[in-house]
T-cell receptor, first 116, second 113 residues
Framework: DSGVTQTPKHLITATGQRVTLRCSPR?????VYWYQQSLDQGLQFLIH???????AKGNILERFSAQQFPDLHSELNLSSLELGDSALYFC???????????????FGPGTRLTVL | AQTVTQSQPEMSVQEAETVTLSCTYD???????LFWYKQPPSRQMILVIR??????QNATENRFSVNFQKAAKSFSLKISDSQLGDAAMYFC??????????FGKGTRLHILP
């Protein structure tokens, strides 16, 4: 158990719908990262938040958005869902961003999203 | 743009033997981290080992060690005394100062009893 929690574990929805994935980081971690793992694209970095502020963006679609709340939990919102959005979505947390401090990222168990 | 390449989609090794997984990367930066992550069938991502680019000494964690060649931009993972529990997908990853993280496509490792 990494200490990172993600809900829900599984989500099945239809095209065009909107879903919200939730992540709670390890106690004390200020950074939250979101990743998408699909069969054809592999593991892709989506976005990173540090202490409530967006710090880095990766290959995140405009239909996707994220935020980190004052209690440091984060939500990833996926809208206008398409079949190709079906994937495993991971959240990870770490103590600090950049190259300072202890950099290990602890991954949550993931949310499996299926778009029908 | 930075890239990470794992040229071996699948590998097999006999139990108790040693295996080396390859990873090359491309970057113009001098400060970065490199990681190897393991993803077993449970799909949980587990950090195996990390290497700071400024450190010349190769990182080692028990049976896992790396061969970091900064000039060649190579970062291979050696697993000694392979065990059945080592069977998994292994991802090489690059992280820079701006927190951009790039993963390779992965190498699926099979352990033969």
């Amino acid at each position: 158990d990494s200490g990172v929690t993600q809900t829900p574990k599984h989500l099945i929805t239809a095209t065009g719908q909107r879903v919200t994935l939730r992540c709670s980081p390890r106690s004390g971690d200020l950074s939250v990262y979101w990743y998408q793992q699909s069969l054809d694209q592999g593991l892709q970095f989506l976005i990173h938040y540090y202490n409530g502020e967006e710090r880095a963006k990766g290959n995140i679609l405009e239909r996707f958005s994220a935020q980190q709340f004052p209690d440091l939990h984060s939500e990833l919102n996926l809208s206008s869902l398409e079949l190709g959005d079906s994937a495993l979505y991971f959240c990870a947390s770490s103590e600090a961003p950049g190259l300072a401090g202890y950099n290990e990222q602890f991954f949550g168990p993931g949310t499996r999203l299926t778009v029908l | 743009a930075q890239t990470v390449t794992q040229s071996q989609p699948e590998m097999s090794v006999q139990e108790a033997e040693t295996v080396t997984l390859s990873c090359t990367y491309d970057t113009s930066e001098s400060d970065y981290y490199l990681f190897w992550y393991k993803q077993p069938p449970s799909r949980q991502m587990i950090l195996v080992i990390r290497q700071e680019a400024y450190k010349q000494q190769n990182a080692t964690e028990n049976r896992f060690s790396v061969n970091f060649q900064k000039a060649a931009k190579s970062f291979s993972l050696k697993i000694s005394d392979s065990q059945l529990g080592d069977a998994a997908m292994y991802f090489c990853a690059y992280k820079n100062r701006d927190d951009k993280i790039i993963f390779g496509k992965g190498t699926r490792l099979h352990i033969l009893p």
